[in-house]
């Protein structure tokens, strides 16, 4: 067999492998959870749309959905712009450990939020005069912590990357700072801004782990419906109506997101640079800055490390030596640390199977054709690749749930229906952090490995995987904490033997009882520091440009 031949095989199996396991793995999964709503008896009945969508209170689920999206993303843009400037365009002492601050609560698994606002807002808490504790407001507010680093990310790049000459001839022609921001700066960055709040109305949508933690206040979400129409009812129809809804939602914020990026792109063309010092018309900026920073995102952080290290108004380390007890004999005999383990090897497990999947996918998508119909396919297949990332992992948990746990494939007695929900939830950002180092490696060195005699084998050996090495590292760290901090998908799918850490947490939430609920503390204080720890060795991994190669910073 010819060397040619070899290759096309070698390419082929590297394109074909990773789509049958998207297509076993998601794709099934999620159009079994949307047969669920559309057939009936073995045919095609829409009773359940009518019933569903025919219910006054489907509407108000749905409202209560999208207004607390869209507070939660006009808080994370109005508080975000002027952190962006100042931690991005201003240099002065402490600006990195600002952003570092600034950045962590997207990384954190969500249910850690949740546990955090909780210590924050309820009785004791440092907000508890507020009166949020239980409402949809204590949720908004958590949103806003959880996605106000994507708006600051975003625009804070795009803003270093303006030229400043325009402004600079605004303020030559007499313009005040506050005209040159709104007339020139904020049009500027306009793009940005709108791709950014499309991404954070997106996550806002589609949070779980975050309204479920904080007690589904008022109507709850689609999401959360999904999982008591599951769970509590067992009426797997009605669920698949709200996960046709909710599917719905994501894909119209991924159509408005997809066409505010593509004005992100074109406007990163002007980029020059306008970093400075910190100035005193820059002051207000700074002001609010840190009084975000201290006021919403420290603040529930540091409430929740004091209330697990808090019993009866005292101080004491009682919570974190129940971890390996099975609290107040609510718990199923499941113990933290026996969840600690089970989510750190399903994390492993969830991690080496998203490798094994995003590595070929990863090589493919970045190599450069020239054929239009392998571009298509190319363009095809990575559009494939990230259909992940646009359907929540509910929707994931619960295309698994009701089509993977029987004949043929029956996965539900082997243990790897979690790591394998995990392993599709992480794909998309490992072939996302892959695909930039490998499209950074100069085609000629290939071309010269080949022309020498090199198989593809070879090649790959030796041009590829030098290259390759560190982004590696980045990409299992970002896999394994993803999967440690999973929630959504993990919930339909976790055995009360063989629970995880997030799972763990918001059930001990959901409990009476001080014991489980000062266990609670003390474990998500374990799994921010876990999870941060990953996510600050990825960052000390992440290749030199590939953050500015970035539109988002993720």
Known sequence: MSARILTRIFWALAAL???????????????????????????????????????????RIAWQTIWMALAGTAGSVVLGIPAAYVLYCCRFPGRRLLRAIATVPFVLPTVVVGAAFRALLGKGGLYSFAGLDGTPNAVVLALVFFNLSVVIRTVGTMWLSLDPRTAEAARTLGARP????????????????????????????????????????????????????TSTY???RTAAVFSCLQLTVVVLSLLISRRMSRGTDVALR?????????????????????????????????????????????WSVENYRLLSTSGSGFTGGATVLDALSHSVRIAVDATCIALAVGIP????????????????????????????????????GFGFFISLQGPPLNLAGNGM???????????????RVLVPVLRAIDPRLREAAATLG???????????????????????????AISLGEFGATSFLASADYMTLPVLIARLLGRAGANNYGMAMAASVILAVVTAGVMALCENLRPRGIERRSAHGF
């Open 454 to 480: 090199a198989g593809p084998g070879r090649v790959l050996a030796t041009v590829d995987f030098p290259f390759m090495i560190r982004g590696l590292g980045l990409a299992t760290g970002f896999a394994f």
């Open 417 to 431: 229906l979690v790591p394998l929900a995990q392993a599709v939830v992480a794909l998309p950002l490992v072939v």
């Open 178 to 229: 506050w005209r040159v921001l709104r007339t020139v700066t904020l049009p500027t960055l306009g793009p940005s801004i709108a791709a950014s709040g499309g991404l954070v109305f997106l996550f806002c949508a589609t949070a779980y782990g975050v309204v479920q933690t904080l007690g589904r206040p008022g109507y709850g979400t689609l999401e959360t419906e999904i999982w008591v129409q």
């Open 17 to 59: 492998v990773p789509l049958a396991f998207l297509a076993v793995f998601f794709a099934s999964p999620v159009l079994a959870m949307l047969a669920r709503g559309f057939f009936a008896d073995g045919s095609l009945n829409f009773s359940a749309f009518a019933e569903v969508l025919g219910s006054g209170r489907t509407w």
């Open 270 to 314: 002007l980029r020059s640079g306008s970093e400075h010092r910190l100035r005193r018309p820059d002051l207000p900026a700074l002001v609010v800055t840190l009084v975000v920073i201290a006021a919403l995102l420290v603040a529930p952080m540091a409430s929740l490390v004091v209330r697990s290290l808090r019993r009866d108004g005292q």
């Open 361 to 396: 996918l990863a090589l493919v998508l970045s190599r450069r054709v020239r054929s239009r119909r392998l571009a298509r396919a190319q363009a095809l297949l990575d559009s494939a690749v990230m259909l992940p990332l646009g359907v929540s992992a509910v929707t994931v």
């Open 234 to 236: 067992l009426d797997l």
